[in-house]
Each structure stands twice: as C-alpha cells, then as structure tokens.
C-alpha cells in the first residue's frame, strides 16, 4: 500500500470505530448531532472539499457533488427529525472504502506493468583511467564503449565488442528462456545481462535507445481513449445533471401535489429522504471507474506476454479484425538465408558443406555466408588456391588440390558438367567436385516453426481471411503460401505495391462487411521496409521489431518477438478485455436501473443506494482485474 491509501484506511477504521461507539452513548439532541459530525468530517471531508472546489470551478455535477449533497442532506434530517446519523456517514465510509479498493486495484495493475516494463536503466558504466565510472545514461554518447556487469541492466542499444554472456529478455519480449550473445551481435537496452561481463559501444543516444521508446509508447497508451471509454465520458455528462435535476424533482413536485392538488400532507422529510436515497444510487462510479480500468488491465496483460498496444482504441479495434495481411520476409520467416537440405550427393553432408564453404571462403554473398554458417567450423583458407568468383554463376577454387566449383545450372552448362533439377523451392547451389557432379545444396528463406500454427490460431479466432505481400518471385511465395494455408497470396511486389494491395483489400472488406467500422484490417510486417503499410492498415502490428524505431513509430502494436503466434494471443486478449468492458456496462446499467425505480417508489433505502453505488463499483472493479490475467488464452 502506498502512504496515501494506508492514510485512507486509518480514516476508515477511525470514522467505522466511532461510529460504532456513538451508537451506545445515550446523548440526543445538538450534542449527538456534533459527536456524530466528527466521524462524518473524518471520512468525509475531502469530499466535501472537492464538492465545493467543483461548484466554484462551475465544474458541479459530478460523483462528488452527489455524496456531498445525498449525506449533507441526510445529516439534515436526521437533526430536524430522527436523530439517526448512522445513514449519512454509512455512505461516505463505504464510499471510501469503493475508492480505496479501485486505488489499489489500479495500482496493482500499475505495479504489474511496472514489473513487467521494469528497464529503465539508472546509470551507465563507462571506464576511465581504468575503472569504472556510473554516470547517467543520457550523458553516453552514440559510438562510447559502456561495461555491463552480470546483474545489470543494458542502458543503450549497441554492439557487442567484447565477451559473451546470456541475456534476460523476459521484460521485453515475454520470453522466460534467456538469449545468447557474442561479440559482433547487436544488442538492444531493457535487457539485463546475466552471466558474464559485456562490453558494448553504443549505436543510439539514450533517448532513442528501445528501453526509452517502449517506455514512452506504455506512457502514452492511456492518451488513447477507445469508443467505449469515450461513451462513457459522454454519458457521464449527461446522466450526472440529469439524475440532479430528476432526484430534485423527486424532493419537490410530489409534496407539492400532495399539499396543493389532494390537500394532503406534503411529507417533506420523506420525499426529500428519497431524493436523496436516488442521488446516492446514481453515481456513475462503477461505470467511469471500472472502464478505463479493464482497458488499463487489458494492456498490463499484453504487455506481460510481450505485446505492446499503443492505446485502448487500438485494443478494442483488435476485437474487429477479419482480414490480416502479413509480410513474408522476416514475418512469417526469419529472413535469413539457411541451408535448408543438401540433395542427390554421394559424400556425405558435412563433407560437401566443407567444400562449399572453403570454395566460397572469399565471397561477402549471402548465399556464401549461408553456407559458411551451415559449416559451422573454422575455415583453413591455406587449404584454397585460384578462388575465382564468376559474376552471377557462383565460384570456381582449387581445394586440398581438387577442383571444386559451387554456383547455378549456368556454371554447370559453362563447365560441361551434367546436374540434377532440385525440386525444393529456393536458391540452388549444385556442386561440382575433381570435375564431376557432387550434388546440389538447398539455401532457402526458413518458414518459422510457428507460423502455420499461427495462421490456424487467426482462423480459430474469428479471422476470416489471411493474404500474404512479398516481394519475392512468384515460385517461392505460392510455395510457402500453400505450406502456411494462406488464402490469398500477391508476389514480386514493390514497397508502393504493397500499399495500393492493403487499399484493394481494405475496400474488399467494406464491400462485405460494410463501412460501419465493425470489421478491421490488420496488416503485419517486420516494421522496416512496411512503414507505409502498417501506418495505411486499420490496424499495424509490427513483430520482431526489437530495436526498430521505424515500427515504433508507425506500426499501433508492437510484438517484442518475432512469434507470430502472439497476433491470434493479441485478439485474444482484446476479445476478452472488450467482453469484461460490455459486461460491466451491462451490469452496472441494470443495477442502476432498478434500484433508482426502487429509490424512486420508496421501496429503497439508503443501505440499499449504499450497494447499488459502492457494492456494485467494487464487482466492476474485480471483473475488470480479470483482464490481466491472459496467460492461458
């Protein structure tokens, strides 16, 4: 508990104790009256303050305003005429009590997020006449070298120069299992170094570093209000006067009949009891608090699995998504080059992966790096001689004095040498070895584990159609498309292309789901090259998108990981918060409903107004905290 709520909770227990104790002291009268005022200022008065603050910033109707009024006016009648007081300071305490639950339930949430989002890094370490020095991270600038100690957190983005060492990833990604990092990887701030000591120059100021954007984007989620939080704020507006003016008329009209129409008793004390009863009952408390609150949870549980929303528009657009566009490379990918099989060979494997890599040792290609990669071994270059590199065909050396030749059928033809078609889809290497044909090595943009599981996981959810943009040839884009089950796939497409196919299908959908806004597309790219399109999307999401400023800025989610299993737990999520939103609205609303009919006839009384304002408040409340909770979805 923080200073403030603990402070509230002796007021509580102050204003419940004494209460208690008045009720058996036999005083009447100004005397019982005064005692009884004590325990009411002690829980009340802040509202009290804050009533009065609104009425002379013209700011009156309010949750405020209505405890002031319904307990000033109790309190009133209990000393003109049943001397019972119990009711007023009933209302105030219990209404504390709403308040100092939401308080904790929302700093809970906070701590949560907190928790989770805990990389803020206090200070760097940098050398100086060799120790270490910990000065504030905005003082590094971009190119110095900085030291991380195990334990420690990663303050800027850079690059390993020195040692190897594992890293904990959980605060950002949301994944438990920590990453391995050498000399030469990059590295990224928020991380905290684990097992040996790095030394890192760093690649951005402070300020740009991904620890300080993600930070900002969390920050700024609240900014963004959804329609349903804005409903609310609406509705407020206008039910506050409206439930003020209707519980006066309440006071007022029915005496008035009853003396001047019937010629009756005008029962003052009971119609402005019930006036009174009716304002306690329409506070608007559950509904303002308890909304806000569920969409705030609904973004601490995301960002626990290493989901990002940038606001609660955004979360609640999710909820709607029908249609989802990936990009290929780097998406549904991992945008590497690997050897992905090695064919129609009579050495075996790893030999034939030596000769490659050995007779492509001197080339900076892609293609050769694979292979070099897939080897895996360090490479003895006094072993090569004559490495020729033939523009467009591939290479040609002499190894351990054999000839070897690695590139395309166009080497096989210029050499005479005979080779097998492959028929994998990707880039094929045939080799050539002492003159003969030694077979042929796959190298292939490798799909991700969980990419077709991914795309079933859309499905399920709702989703009812997926479309892949590449700008990859044809071929390779059908083939994995047809591998993953995707409906529709467009390949050899440039950044424009793609931006003018999102618009294609954006207006696809309207036709069929109509312009109402009730049916979203969302676009999924590695948040580099895509830009245009995740900021053109209904909705943007940007996965494996650590480090990247470009998806930051432009992409509405962010995924900490390159998983794409996390879009189908995104909707999950936002499916969920969205069902705890409209049940809450729904529960409030009918409780409300029925109890000021029931304050309205006289059949409710102010115990009753108590639940209905705080009973109810503090339900929504709990309902709302649900939404944190979204591990097992």
């Known amino acids: 508990m923080t200073k403030k709520q603990k402070k509230m909770l002796i007021r509580i227990i102050t204003a419940a104790v004494l209460m208690i104790g008045l009720a058996f002291l036999p005083v009447d009268g100004y005397t019982r009256f005064a005692l009884y005022l004590i325990p009411y200022l002690i829980i009340g008065y802040d509202i009290l303050k804050k009533a009065f603050h609104g009425i002379r910033n013209r700011q009156v109707f309010d949750e405020n305003f ?158 963004r209000k959804s329609k349903s939080e804005d409903f609310i704020t609406k509705f407020a507006r206008y039910y506050t006067p409206a439930v003020c003016y209707s519980a006066l008329a309440l006071a007022i009209l029915p005496p008035l009949v009853q003396m001047v129409i019937l010629g009756g008793d005008p029962q003052w004390s009971v119609w402005i009891y019930r006036a009174l009863t009716f304002l306690v009952i329409s506070c608007p408390c559950a509904l303002v608090i308890s909304i806000p609150l569920s969409f705030f949870a609904g973004i601490g549980g995301a ?102 030749a690695a590139g395309n059928d166009k080497l096989m033809r210029q050499l005479g040498i005979s080779y097998i078609n492959c028929h994998c889809t990707g880039t094929i290497v045939h080799m050539a070895i002492g003159g003969k044909y030694a077979g042929h090595i796959v190298i292939s943009d490798v799909v991700k584990e969980s990419s077709k599981d991914a795309v079933k996981a859309l499905k399920e959810t709702g989703v009812q159609k997926t479309v892949m943009l590449t700008g990859d040839a044809k071929k390779v884009a059908d083939q994995v498309a047809a591998d993953l089950n995707i409906d ?43 830009a245009p399109v995740l900021s053109r999307a209904d909705i943007g999401i940007a996965m494996g998108a650590l480090g990247s400023d470009a998806a930051i800025e432009a992409a509405d989610i962010v995924l900490m990981d390159d998983d794409p299993m996390k879009i189908a737990k995104a909707i999950k999520i936002s499916r969920k918060c969205l069902g705890i939103v409209y049940q809450n609205i729904v529960f409030a609303l009918g409780i409300k409903a029925i109890c000021l009919v029931l304050g309205a006839m006289g059949i409710a009384n102010m115990w009753l107004a108590i639940f209905a304002d705080v009973g109810v408040m503090i339900i929504a409340v709990l309902n709302a905290i649900r939404a944190l909770f979204v591990k097992k979805l």
């Open 303 to 404: 960002s626990r699995e290493g989901i990002l929303v940038k606001g609660s528009n955004y979360l609640e657009s999710l909820s709607q998504t029908k249609y989802v566009v990936f990009d290929k490379t780097g998406t549904l990918t991992k945008g590497v080059f690997e050897v992905n099989g090695i064919h129609h060979n009579e050495l075996e494997n790893q030999k034939i992966l030596e000769y490659a890599a050995l007779a492509e040792s001197a080339s900076l290609h892609p293609i050769s790096k694979s292979i070099q990669r897939a080897y895996g071994k360090e490479l003895d270059c006094s072993r090569v001689e004559n490495i020729e590199e033939i523009s467009g065909n591939g290479v040609t050396a002499v190894v351990d004095k054999i000839p070897v």
């Open 66 to 223: 209505l405890m002031a009024v319904a307990t000033i006016g109790a309190m009133a009648i209990g000393l003109l005429e049943s001397g019972d007081y119990v009711e007023a300071i009933a209302v105030m305490l219990f209404y504390q009590i709403g308040e100092l639950f939401q308080s904790y339930a929302v700093g809970k949430s906070r701590k949560n997020i907190s928790a989770l989002m805990d990389i803020r890094p206090d200070y760097a370490n940098i050398e100086e006449d060799g120790k270490l020095k910990k000065v504030d991270p905005d003082d590094v600038e971009t190119g110095a070298v900085i030291v991380v100690r195990p334990g420690e957190k990663v303050p800027i983005d850079g690059v390993v120069i020195e040692g190897n060492s594992s890293l904990n990833t959980s605060a950002l990604t949301g994944e438990s299992l920590p990453r391995e990092v050498k000399e030469e990887d990059e590295i990224i701030s928020g991380c905290i170094n684990m097992t040996r000591v790095l030394r890192i120059r760093t690649t951005k100021e402070f300020e740009e570093s991904t620890a300080s954007k993600i930070l900002e984007l969390v920050e700024n989620s609240s900014t």
């Open 488 to 530: 529709q796939v467009y390949s050899e497409l440039l950044p424009a292309h793609k931006v003018s196919k999102v618009e294609e299908l954006l207006e696809e959908k309207d036709k069929r789901y109509g312009v109402s806004g009730k049916a979203k597309l969302a676009f999924v790219g590695d948040g580099i090259n895509d």
